[in-house]
């Protein structure tokens, strides 16, 4: 059953622009794919390297304007030298933003991975401020805090097939459905490759992966560029799906959207940023015709602290706990038992 | 050389409310270890007791300000007794979520309360500044910088001369040890944090009347009590003193200077650059921290 759940829900989510009248839920669900995306990335980081960035909306947003400048193209001068920049279509501007964000992270990874714990929040959260400052200033490059309008959306296609321009929802609504099941995929490859079993071992316990050989800074510095990258994949979606991108993309919310999606979901589990944001991507819609956005945040905040307490682990690693006692199969009944004391063996 | 002058009192103005948010934070981040991001929020808070007090009751100015000082204590206290306590030697991402989450609620139960729209408290004192040779300086800011030394001179001699002091760092030293001397030791941590998030809402207060009061202003704050903290060293009361009054010259220089837009970049810049070449901070002692 639980093989197939997979191949299930991808099926339904295929369908869902077949018989959703709403075009209004079809965007939210297009937005909260793609923050889907960002959720994912950061869980390689939080979840299997264990490591909070709280400066996760730096790739995202560097993702989005690299992408949006590709394609908008600009002109611009650099201690008298002049940079004029064709525009180039928005595909290529996306695989630019993901290569750039991927890029950050390198950069990024190398840095803040000298520090650890609170140390490292710090430092990320330090890096996206100043992102948004020089977004902000840079007014020459990025238009600050005007924004930069009329973002051309995706091209897909080849010379001999035809160019198909994604104006519609439900077009990109695929394309982003297309990218979560890549980004899993790829995810779900390292994570089960004896690189991410490197990152959960210094998840674990960093002095005894160290000692037995796992180069800390190799494998922290990998996750750090994949997640970025995929960050930044998901941002380059973002400005050509809204097509208007300002310097409110780095805020300090988004990243806490982001979080709060992995750690309901599940640190550490690949469906989990699946399910949280799933959660906290449609929840607003439905509470909106109730409460104010003040209020809809204040909700938030309980509920981050209403987990933390109840579902230290999130809501997955429960529902499969909760399932297996359920079914009582063996099988899974011992994977259980092994998680348990595991478990046991880290606190 | 006149508007170096300038500069430099302006940085000794805002560096002594630096210095009260610094040292606010390196009670609780530095000797508690729990990575606040309320501290800002409590900024907010006082910022709008002292709007609430001296604007709509009326209220004398250091009158609300005591009680702006008093309402954050009591949030503070109120935090640590519902969130902190239960989750006592959890390890620090958890506490991390909590303080994300309380934050949240805070900033946008201001916002609700308060309104979106940004509110200004007058000042009480004469409208002529100082001018002292080529520097004048408005009288309120005299009363900021007078106010925040006051504080900064009581919380160096609370921590250090009285017994309670000495209690708080026994505590953090060796809590086991400390409540076989007798320390209740629980009480000692609710009076710290309290300590700590009274002092954010002192600066908040102090500076509310100087800029404007708006539910968002307790961001950035956050952050640079963050950079204050780190390069003062953690937990250390000195440096973050002047971690305050350094990263206020370095905000003044770099604006006034550099370009007045990156003003608020000058924190991150610095906690990038400290973390990088001497992550122990300036003034402390070394400790293994990657």
């Not at chain 1, 589990?269 to 607003?284: N, W």
Request: include cysteine; charge should be positive.
């Amino acid at each position: 059953m639980k093989r197939f759940l997979p191949y299930l829900a991808v099926a339904f989510f295929a369908s869902v622009p077949l018989w959703l009248q709403d075009q209004y839920f079809l965007h939210t669900l297009v937005v909260t794919g793609i923050f889907i995306i960002a959720a994912m990335s950061l869980n390689l980081l939080l979840g299997y390297t264990g490591q909070l960035s709280l400066g996760h909306v730096a790739f995202f947003g560097i993702g989005a304007y690299v992408s949006a400048l590709t394609s908008l193209g600009f002109s611009l001068s650099i201690f008298g030298v002049q940079i004029t920049h064709e525009p180039w279509p928005a595909v290529v501007g996306v695989i630019l933003g993901t290569i750039i964000a991927g890029l950050c992270g390198y950069l990024i990874g190398k840095l803040a991975f000298r520090v650890r714990g609170a140390y490292f929040v710090i430092v990320t959260i330090s890096f996206a401020e100043v992102v948004r400052l020089v977004s902000l200033n840079w007014v020459e490059l990025t238009n600050g805090p005007l924004a930069l309008p009329g973002i051309p959306p995706l091209t897909l296609g080849f010379e001999w097939t035809g160019f198909a321009t994604l104006w519609g929802k439900g077009q990109n609504y695929y394309v982003v459905l297309a990218t979560i099941v890549l980004a899993y995929v790829l995810i779900k490859r390292i994570v089960n490759s004896p690189y991410g079993r490197a990152m959960i071992a210094l998840r674990e316990n960093e002095t005894l992966a160290t000692s037995v050989g796992v180069s800390v800074t190799k494998y922290l510095v990998l996750a750090a560029v994949i997640s970025g990258a995929m960050a930044g994949t998901a941002g380059g979606l973002y400005a050509h799906y809204i097509q208007i991108i300002d310097p409110m993309v780095f805020m300090f919310l988004n990243t806490v959207t982001m979080v709060i999606m992995v750690i309901t979901g599940g640190k550490g589990t690949l469906a989990g940023p699946l399910v949280g944001g799933l959660i906290f991507g449609i929840a607003p819609v439905i509470l909106r015709d109730y409460v104010g956005p003040e209020v809809q945040w204040i909700l938030y905040g309980l509920l981050m602290i209403l987990i933390v307490f109840v579902l230290p682990e999130g809501i997955v690693p429960a529902v499969e706990r909760w399932f297996t006692r359920k079914t009582g199969n063996s099988a899974a009944k011992r994977s259980a038992l092994v998680l348990e004391s595991s478990k046991g063996a880290r606190s | 050389m006149d508007q170096l002058s300038q500069h430099i009192v302006n940085a000794l103005i805002m560096g002594g409310t630096y210095a009260l948010l610094g040292i606010g934070l390196t009670l609780i981040f530095g000797i508690m270890r729990i990575v606040n991001f309320t501290h800002g929020e409590l900024y907010a808070l006082g910022a709008y007791m002292m709007y609430f007090f001296a604007t709509i009751l009326g209220l004398n100015f250091f009158v609300s300000i005591a009680f702006a000082i008093v309402a954050g204590m009591a949030v503070g206290s109120v935090i640590e007794f519902t969130l902190l306590r239960p989750k006592r030697g959890a390890d620090i991402d958890t506490t991390m979520l909590l303080m994300i989450g309380a934050w949240i609620v805070l900033q946008n139960v201001e916002h609700l309360t308060w309104g979106g729209i940004a509110k200004s408290i007058p000042s009480p004192l004469p409208e002529q500044p100082l001018v002292i040779g080529p520097v004048s300086i408005s009288w309120l800011r005299v009363m900021v910088l007078g106010v925040s030394l006051f504080l900064i001179a009581a919380t160096y001699v609370l921590i250090n001369r009285t017994k309670l002091g000495k209690a708080m760092r026994a505590t953090f030293q060796d809590g086991g040890t400390a409540a076989l001397m007798g320390v209740n030791v629980n009480a000692i941590y609710t009076t710290t944090f309290a300590l700590g998030s009274g002092l954010g809402a002192a600066a908040g207060a102090l500076l509310g009347p100087v800029f404007v009061v708006t539910p968002t202003m307790g961001d950035l704050a956050s952050l640079k009590a963050f950079a204050i903290v780190i390069l003062g060293g953690l937990g250390n009361i000195t440096g973050a003193a002047i971690g305050g009054f350094m990263l206020a010259f370095a905000e003044e220089i770099g604006a006034g200077y550099i370009s007045s837009g990156y003003r608020d970049a000058m924190g991150f810049l610095i906690i990038i650059v400290v973390l990088l070449f001497k992550p122990t901070g300036l003034f402390a002692r070394s400790e293994r921290i990657g």
